[in-house]
């Protein structure tokens, strides 16, 4: 089984894009609802919660856990794998959205100028601006968080004026800074895909997020046969929230695209 977590339904817009890719394989997708949003909280609080959602996750039998959530991958991903796995999983495996939209978006820049733009706790870990400088020493990496996107994007506000003037005011300094890329370093983002695109303008790349992870995740699994080959593979699908699941429901199938029966779990 593949664990999917986030704090909440955002990952959702990253797992349609994992279950496209990779139909074959059973999946417990785990929404940490009660407890989100994870974007404005420390980074000892992020990194407790999401230990306590991926041992969850182990102790249901996935092998590997993916971090659809930029935020706890930006500030719990590296000390699990670092410090708590070897001690308590070993042969378990957790992988995070940073490596592989750095990756990419190094190979997208044309001029190595990229903007960054997430949470406030993703902008403050500066995850992204060490991943991207650490594949690429020269590169300049300009970095913004939209803390009001997300609560818009959970009102369904994606057409509103409103939003889209935030917008603008949110990439003003990295279309100053003349920006070649861009990732959309929060779970949400990608349903404001049109408007990002229109907003930072023909110039920019702005980076598919959802389908990156995806496409990495297949290669991953490629590379490493020790993991895939204790993967069941039923194409069974489980949805659980620690909070309401009518709720989670509602919300959900919006970022998923397809209708949603989750269940309530608590970790
Ligand atoms: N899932 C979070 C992320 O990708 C956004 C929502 C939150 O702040 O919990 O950063």
Redesign the pocket.
């Given at each position: 089984m593949i664990g999917i977590f986030?704090?909440?339904f955002?990952?959702l817009t990253v797992f349609k894009e994992i279950k496209r890719a990779l139909p074959k394989y059973d999946y417990i997708y785990l929404g940490d609802s009660l407890r989100?949003?994870?974007?404005?909280r420390t980074q000892e609080t992020i990194h407790q919660f999401t230990q306590q959602a991926v041992d969850f996750l182990f102790k249901q039998g996935c092998q590997l856990v993916i971090l659809?959530?930029?935020?706890?991958s930006?500030e719990a991903l590296r000390k699990l794998q670092q410090e708590w796995l070897p001690a308590h999983h070993p042969e378990r495996r957790i992988l995070g959205v940073i490596r592989p939209l750095a990756e990419e978006a190094i190979k997208a820049s044309r001029f190595g100028r990229i903007g960054v733009v997430?949470?406030k706790?993703?902008v403050q870990s500066k995850a992204y601006e060490k991943e991207l400088k650490h594949l690429k020493k020269e590169v300049k990496v300009y970095q913004q968080s939209a803390p009001l996107l997300?609560p818009l994007i959970e009102e369904g506000w994606l057409d509103k004026p409103e939003t889209r003037m935030i917008i603008k005011k949110y990439l003003r300094p990295l279309k100053d800074a003349q920006i070649d890329s861009l990732i959309l370093?929060?779970?949400?983002y990608p349903l404001l895909m049109k408007e990002f695109k229109r907003i930072a303008g023909k110039r920019v790349n702005v980076l598919n997020a959802p389908k990156i992870v995806a496409d990495k995740l297949v290669d991953y699994l490629n590379r490493h046969p020790e993991i895939e080959n204790k993967l069941t593979r039923n194409g069974q699908i489980k949805y659980l929230t620690t909070n309401s699941p009518e709720h989670f429901d509602e919300l959900g199938s919006k970022f998923l695209g397809s209708p949603i029966k989750s269940a309530k779990v608590a970790l």
């Open positions: 986030d704090s909440g955002g990952g989100s949003p994870y974007g404005g659809a959530c930029n935020t706890a930006s997430g949470t706790a993703t997300v370093g929060c779970t949400h």
